[in-house]
């Protein structure tokens, strides 16, 4: 028993009766088909074991951490909701009304629609508290009668097939689909046959078959596969074995790879909505989904056999992996759940980190080791917020993960070293040892940024070139305490922008604007890379062109023809590091160190270098005019997003940054970022004149030349000719020379309208040891000349060439 005072028969009054309403009486629940059988029925009832093992967790002990304190928590929560519960017209708790007096498809209606799917999810984690071992209310009676009680109120007010749906479509075919089934399973002994009938006639009627039936609009990717899922465990609540067949099958065209709109690409980007990268946001969906629903069917009658399922399974290590970086998901692909209050980059992760490893148990032997091994050095190099200290963590993702952690066959693997580009969602990554970073950009096939429901309403720069970057033991908190409503959203890491005021929401809701430019995206060997973005501002008549090389310890990083005529100044932002709410790391610059104070700026005429104690060194070749600022900034995440809490939030920020002036014309800038370096050995780079050749930096050209590591790379925006590489339209091309006499040689068309193209490279060549089919012809001697066939076809792929010189 529990101290709560709710009443069953308070709450029936308050439903207005004493059975449930029309819709779960009169209901014969029957199988969909007569020829139903004990061994269906015996199936079904192995279906429900299983998903209920995926929802609740197996093979932990209650009595021991993480798992006694999660357990705890879980019905703490549940106490505080069963003992809050007030059942009404219109809501089952105070402040949760789901009864719309407008009932249409604005935001006030979308509001409404979401709690109703939160007051199903309430009922979800008390269901859980129910059924879990060491929750305090484990088996308990009068919250098994809450929750049915409560179950029948929402059916009987508004989820119920007489209601036509308002708000987020989302709200009714996924979210309380979802949550009504897993209660369903959850509480199968527990729930009369006519109710789950009523439940599930419900579900049809928000969730029809018809949801599945074409692979289109919003029934795609990640939704895709959350209708599906809802549809399979209505199948198996019903026992109708058609709906979970339809569903199983309807799940197969998420698998094979696109060439455009949503879904994942074979260079291992995700696209949801159009235009925006997501894969961790709704790519983490995806693949929890996908990971679920493969371990629930497997062995069953609906086992998903189709081949292209190893497609699926392949995108954790060339989607997933590049961007988690020791235990966080970078932001740059979490569009607008990185203003929502109470998550963060790590807390994104925890969850994928435990859906990899369920993955993994569908995987071929060599796959689960490798993706156990990668998810051990994970939660263990997290130093910041380590998966298995999150009290929000479920019982499943828990003991999953506490599973890797115990299992002293896996040894952790360390971050790889590899450069990845995403030419099909205008990303880039770079892994290191000791760090990592990656580069945001935007172009007329990806969103400057995604605004909608409110949410991310300042993100509109976040596709200009954001340098986002973390180091092994430092820096991986730069993003997770309280950064977004805080930073100034004009002065985002690596990003050039006009200090022209844009509006929230900037583009209108869901409208995803994308500049005009084609020219984005790069080239790279797998080690190295060279990126470049010809940056329009959104809202704005800023124009620049901007590249980044990436290389051993640091990042090049090149802009030219920085022009605007919006009558504002346009900043280049060379850092903008996050210090909490009292951090105050020491900022040196040429050797001298610069005050502490907040509110403190500066501006040095001819830097050479500069150094943020504890974090990087920053080198401006040939000098530049840097500007620097400390501050404490004050925001609310209602700021950013209209679900936040407005309360008031400050943060410290120091930044470093290059002002181009009002209205500038032909503007540029030229710095490099050594993560982790010290102030000694910042000032070594800055002394060492011969280390780096600056090629070009023009709006024509961008390119660098490190002879240390054999490395040449132009981005060439126009045809021309940069020291030995000559190139006869738009490309990019990337040169690494090996100590073994071998040459590589990258090419790409970002811009993706090359219809021919001609790449020289002034350098004897004896022969050409490999190449791929674009290249039409490729002739050696004192120099290389390959010529490309049509690479409009590649979409901005990097063609390698491998060849001996001499």
């Not at 189709?306 to 399974?313: A, N």
């Amino acid at each position: 028993m529990t101290g709560s005072t709710w009443h069953r028969r308070a709450f029936l009054q308050a439903a207005g009766g004493t059975a449930p309403a029309t819709g779960l009486t009169g209901v014969t629940f029957r199988p969909a088909f007569a020829s139903e059988t004990a061994d269906s029925a015996e199936e079904f009832a192995v279906l429900r074991g299983k998903w209920r093992d995926l929802v609740l967790g197996t093979g932990f002990s209650p009595t021991a951490e993480p798992f006694k304190t999660l357990l705890a928590d879980l019905g703490n929560t549940a106490r505080g909701y069963l003992s809050t519960m007030a059942p009404a017209s219109g809501s089952l708790w105070p402040g949760m009304v789901w009864a719309d007096p407008e009932p249409d498809l604005d935001a006030e209606s979308y509001a409404f629609s979401g709690r109703m799917n939160d007051s199903y999810n309430r009922l979800s984690v008390m269901a859980q508290a129910y059924c879990q071992p060491g929750t305090g209310l484990t088996g308990d009676a009068v919250l098994l009668e809450a929750i049915i009680a409560g179950l029948d109120h929402i059916h009987t007010d508004v989820y119920n097939e007489s209601t036509t749906r308002y708000g987020n479509w989302w709200n009714w075919q996924i979210g309380s689909a979802q949550a009504l089934m897993d209660i369903c399973v959850l509480l199968h002994d527990q729930l009369s046959e006519d109710r789950m009938a009523g439940y599930c006639t419900a579900v049809d009627h928000f969730l029809p078959d018809s949801a599945v039936a074409e692979y289109t609009g919003t029934s795609t990717g990640a939704n895709r596969v959350d209708l599906c899922r809802g549809i399979i465990l209505r199948g198996i609540v019903g026992q109708t074995p058609d709906k979970v067949a339809l569903a199983a099958r309807a799940l197969t065209p998420v698998f094979p790879y696109v060439t455009a709109g949503d879904g994942f690409y074979s260079d291992g980007s995700f696209i949801q909505h159009r235009n925006v990268p997501y894969i961790g946001g709704y790519g983490s969906v995806l693949h929890d989904g996908v990971g679920r629903l493969l371990a629930l069917l497997r062995g069953s009658t609906w086992e998903l056999n189709d081949p292209s399922t190893q497609l699926f399974l392949d995108t954790v290590e060339t989607a997933v992996a590049p961007f988690i970086y020791n235990g966080l998901m970078m932001d740059n692909v979490s569009s607008r759940g990185i203003s929502r209050q109470g998550g963060s980059d790590h807390l994104r992760a925890h969850g994928l980190l435990a859906t990899l490893v369920l993955i993994g148990q569908g995987a071929s032997p060599e796959e689960n080791a490798r993706w156990r091994a990668m998810v051990k050095g994970w939660l263990r190099r997290d130093y910041h917020f380590p998966a298995l200290t999150n009290p929000g963590l479920s019982l499943i993702r828990a003991s999953l993960l506490q599973g890797v952690q115990d299992d002293t066959s896996v040894k952790a693997a360390p971050e790889p070293v590899e450069h990845r580009l995403f030419h099909n969602m205008d990303r880039a990554t770079h892994r290191r040892r000791t760090w990592a970073a990656s580069v945001s950009m935007a172009s007329n096939r990806i969103a400057h940024y995604e605004f909608g429901n409110g949410e991310h309403a300042r993100g509109y720069h976040t596709g200009a070139g954001w340098l986002s970057w973390w180091g092994s033991d430092f820096g991986l908190e730069q993003y997770s305490d309280a950064y977004w409503p805080t930073v100034d959203p004009y002065r985002l890491p690596g990003i050039t922008a006009s200090r022209k005021p844009l509006a929230d929401g900037e583009g209108g809701n869901w409208g995803q604007p994308m500049p005009d430019s084609a020219w984005v995206g790069g080239t790279t060997d797998g080690e190295f890379g060279a990126t470049g973005q010809h940056l329009k501002g959104i809202s704005s008549t800023m124009n620049a062109k901007k590249s980044w090389f990436w290389l051993d310890d640091s990042i090049v990083c090149l802009g030219a023809g920085v022009t605007s005529t919006d009558g504002y100044p346009v900043e280049t932002t060379i850092d903008n590091r996050h210090l909490g709410t009292s951090g105050a790391p020491a900022l040196t610059v040429d050797g001298k160190s610069q005050p502490t104070a907040q509110g403190w700026t500066g501006t040095f005429d001819d830097a050479e270098w500069a150094h943020i104690e504890g974090q990087a060194g920053y080198v401006f070749p040939g000098g530049a005019k840097v500007g620097a600022v400390r501050e404490e900034r004050t925001g609310a995440w209602r700021d950013i997003n209209t679900g936040g809490s407005p309360d008031p939030i400050t943060r410290r920020y120091l930044t470093l940054f290059t002002d181009h002036g009002t209205d500038p014309v032909d503007g540029g800038y030229a710095y490099i970022l050594l993560p982790g370096a010290g102030a000694k050995s910042t000032a070594q780079r800055a002394c060492d004149k011969g280390w780096l050749r600056i090629l070009a930096n023009t709006g024509d050209q961008q390119g660098v030349r490190v002879p240390r590591l054999g490395f040449t790379a132009v981005n060439f925006w126009s045809a021309g000719t940069v020291d030995r590489l000559t190139a006869s339209a738009p490309a990019s091309v990337l040169v690494r020379e090996n100590r073994d006499g071998t040459a590589v040689i990258v090419v790409s068309d970002p811009a993706r309208r090359a219809t021919s193209l001609d790449v020289t490279w002034n350098r004897r060549v004896s022969r050409v040891l490999s190449k791929p089919a674009t290249v039409a012809s490729a002739t050696t001697g004192s120099s290389l000349r390959l010529t490309f066939s049509d690479l409009t076809g590649a979409a901005g792929a990097p063609q390698k060439i491998t060849v001996r010189l001499g």
